[in-house]
């Protein structure tokens, strides 16, 4: 990490700060990040059973900003009664988006079969829900990219960020088209993903956001740790570096992106 880069203002568009592998040390983890210079992270749920405790996270923190959604690898926690319930949550709780929500092609239990076709299903109910409620929506795209892209172009002006993005540059414009940003974190730190640190480097600025995906996802120095949003400065370092750009203008950049795609600033 760079010392330099701490003291940049940087937003974390996806951290999974209300999940149970922060409930011991949740409010040192928050201090860490703001420390080291994060001013608002973007905390997306997994499932219904998260909804509560996120918004009462949220309430308590000015910082932290929910989105609310059925993350498709927790197939078997939703029910068919979920998305109407998230509807008629939406209506009664600030969001910054739908969320996490998407397809999961790489799980084996939930890629082929009746478990891939009620993924389609959860899926495309959450979009229509975003488009009902004017919300962008933070898309989970595992092996499963051209399909996000096809039902996101079955719906004009539907925008939001696909969250950890390791697509092809054609994909990576077809989401540009379509209004998205793109989420980029830990896995661009490893040397070896050479793919991805390319496609980072030559993508219009307006198209990046930075993320950690805590718990997970850590970056190269914290391999094998659990992953929290204070390690953002490294991914921020590491991008400006493949981009040649000063990191305080990166972060700039990542920052208003990410207030421009999720309408941060209306919320608080």
């Known amino acids: 990490m760079q010392p330099a880069a701490a003291r940049i203002p940087l ?32 905390v997306p749920a997994i499932s219904r059973a998260y909804w509560h405790g996120l918004a009462e996270l949220a309430a308590r923190h000015e ?33 910054v988006a739908v969320g996490e929500i998407g397809l999961d092609g790489y799980v084996d239990a939930i890629a082929t079969g009746d478990a891939w076709d009620r993924q ?7 979009l229509d829900v975003a488009i009902n409620h004017r919300l962008p929506v933070i898309i989970h795209a595992r092996r499963a990219l051209d399909h996000v892209l096809k039902a996101l172009r ?10 950890s993005f390791s697509g092809s540059r ?15 974190g830990g896995p661009v730190t490893y040397p070896r993903a ?59 950049t990542t920052a208003a992106n990410a207030r421009r795609i999720l309408d941060l600033d209306s919320v608080r």
Do not use: M
Not at 13 to 41: I, P
Not at 120 to 126: C, G, P, R
């Open 11 to 42: 937003i974390d568009t996806h951290a999974h700060l209300d999940v149970d592998e922060f409930t011991a040390d949740r409010d040192d983890v928050l201090a860490r990040a703001r420390e080291a210079g994060l001013v608002a992270q973007v």
């Open 194 to 252: 050479n793919r991805l640190r390319k496609l980072v480097a030559g993508l219009p600025e307006e198209a990046l956001v930075l993320e950690t995906d805590a718990p997970d996802q850590p970056s190269v120095s914290h391999r094998g740790e659990r992953n929290e949003p204070s390690f953002l400065p490294e991914i921020a370092a590491c991008v400006a570096q493949l981009r040649g750009v000063p990191v305080e203008q990166l972060a700039q």
């Open 120 to 126: 389609w299903q959860l899926f495309n109910a959450q």
């Open 63 to 95: 910082d932290l900003f929910p989105a609310y959604g059925l993350h498709p690898v927790y197939l078997e926690s939703h029910a068919d009664a979920d998305v109407q319930a998230l509807d008629a949550w939406l209506a009664d709780h600030p969001a």
């Open 170 to 184: 054609q994909q990576a414009d077809q989401a540009l088209a379509q209004g998205c940003c793109l989420g980029f």
């Open 154 to 163: 079955q719906r004009p002006g539907l925008t939001g960020i696909i969250h």
